[in-house]
Every structure is written in C-alpha cells, then in structure tokens.
C-alpha cells in the first residue's frame, strides 16, 4: 500500500498482536516509532522479545527497515505499584468476583495511551496504533472500540491535538490475525511472529508449538493456539492489509 505521508507510534508489547500492528503501520506510514512500558510485569520476557522482534522485522523488509524508527521504553511501575493484578502480582488467573479475567489491569491501556500520547505529542508522531481486540475478547473493558473512541477524544481536548488511534485489529479473530499477517509479509512475517513473539501470561518460553513457544495452557496461550489452528485448518488464507 502506498504510504499516506503520516506518522505513528505503535503500542509495542513483543506480543503477537502488537507485531501484526508494527507491521501493519509499517506498511502505511512513512515513520514508525514503537513504545513499550515496563509496569512491574512479572515477565521480562516479552520485553526481550521486542528488541528480537524489532530486529527480524527490519531485516525481513528494507522498506520497513527504513521506515521504522527509535524504539522508546516508560517506566510505568508507579502504576503498576497502584494496579493489581495477576500479572503485576503474584496472583493466580482466575474470573474474579467482578466479572472479569484476574490479569485486567484497572486502567491499564487508559495509563498507556496517555503516556503514548505524550510521547507522540514529543516526537511529532500523529497515529497511535495498539492492537486492542473486541472479537476474541479476553473480557476486557478497556480493549473496546468505544473505550478509545472517548480516550482519543480525551486526549485531542485535552492536549490540543489530532491524534487517531488506530485499532487494527479490533474486528479480527485471532484466526484472521494470522492472516492479515500473512497478507502484510508473507510467510517471513508468519514465522516471526510464530518463533519470535511473545505471548504466554505466564512468561514461559518453554516448548515450541506449532502456533510459537508459550506454556500451552494459560487463558493467552489458549487463544492464541485456537486462533492458529482455525487459521491452519482455513488452509492459510490471506487478509490483505
Ligand atoms: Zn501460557
């Protein structure tokens, strides 16, 4: 696709979704920034898994090599010290009395948005792309299109900006993530993604399944090893970025 003359900073965790996102606004923007937060998350793991990720992504594509830019790193753990939650405490992943998954984060992407915000705001980056998904929803509230369609109004007032956040994946199954990163960079993108990215809640690399390495049965593994085998049982289509 032809670029639009535009900027972005993605929401870079090394997870999955975020590498579909990175490649994603590789493929549209003239510069692309990607940020990562350190929250006090139990696993280092994904955060190494970015600079890896990173890495292979550039050297897949010498016009995403050119185009992506200076990574950034926020130190979030005053709010993670405030969050509670399976994944900044020792803490089991279980349903909690309120309805929702024991690793949401209250607020989480809200803080995170804000802090990218600024950062873009810096830097002269206009698109803000996260991967939140509302299909294969993990029940999480902060992950819906509503729940950005207020945050990027909030922050346009509230920063006198024209900031679009961007949710690439937010109508998508898990199965047509796969795809769309097929459709974006082929099987090189696939393999990244499959060997590279990190997922597993529980910080595991562990053993390397078909669908990439990960403890195999907590709630993201789970997810993430169904919407690869829908997608490997669909005969490997491609969604054209
Ligand atoms: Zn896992």
Same mark, same amino acid.
Request: aromatic share 8%; net charge negative.
């Given at each position: @696709?032809?670029? @639009?003359?535009?900027? *972005?900073?993605?929401?870079?965790?090394?997870?999955?979704?975020?590498?579909?996102?990175?490649?994603?606004?590789?493929?549209?923007?003239?510069?692309?920034?990607?940020?990562?937060? %350190?929250?006090?998350?139990?696993?280092?793991?994904?955060?190494?898994?970015?600079?890896?990720?990173?890495?292979?992504? *550039?050297?897949?594509?010498?016009?995403?090599?050119?185009?992506?830019?200076? %990574?950034? @790193?926020?130190?979030?753990?005053?709010?993670?010290?405030?969050?509670?939650? *399976?994944?900044?405490?020792?803490?089991?992943?279980?349903?909690?009395?309120?309805?929702?998954?024991?690793?949401?984060?209250p607020g989480r992407n809200l803080a995170f948005f804000v802090h990218a915000a600024a950062l873009a705001d810096r830097r002269g980056l206009r698109r803000l792309v996260g991967g939140m998904c509302e299909t294969d929803f993990s029940g999480y509230p902060d992950c819906r299109r509503d729940t950005l369609d207020a945050m990027q109004q909030a922050l346009n007032l509230g920063m006198a900006q024209d900031f679009v956040i961007d949710t690439p994946l937010m109508r998508l199954t898990k199965a047509e993530t796969w795809a769309l990163a097929k459709g974006l960079g082929g099987a090189a993108l696939v393999e990244i993604i499959r060997a590279d990215s990190h997922t597993c809640y529980l910080g595991e690399r562990g053993e390397m399944h078909a669908w990439g390495h990960g403890c195999g049965t907590c709630p993201a593994c789970e997810l993430r090893a169904k919407g690869w085998d829908e997608w490997v049982a669909g005969g490997r289509p491609q969604i054209a970025a």
């Open positions: @696709m032809a670029p @639009m003359g535009t900027s *972005a900073l993605v929401l870079f965790s090394g997870g999955q979704d975020s590498t579909v996102c990175l490649a994603w606004a590789l493929d549209r923007y003239d510069r692309v920034e990607t940020v990562g937060f %350190d929250y006090g998350q139990r696993h280092a793991v994904e955060l190494t898994a970015r600079q890896v990720v990173r890495g292979r992504i *550039a050297e897949a594509s010498p016009a995403w090599a050119a185009r992506l830019g200076e %990574d950034h @790193m926020l130190d979030l753990r005053g709010f993670g010290q405030v969050a509670d939650s *399976a994944l900044t405490a020792e803490r089991a992943i279980e349903m909690t009395d309120k309805g929702l998954p024991s690793t949401f984060v």
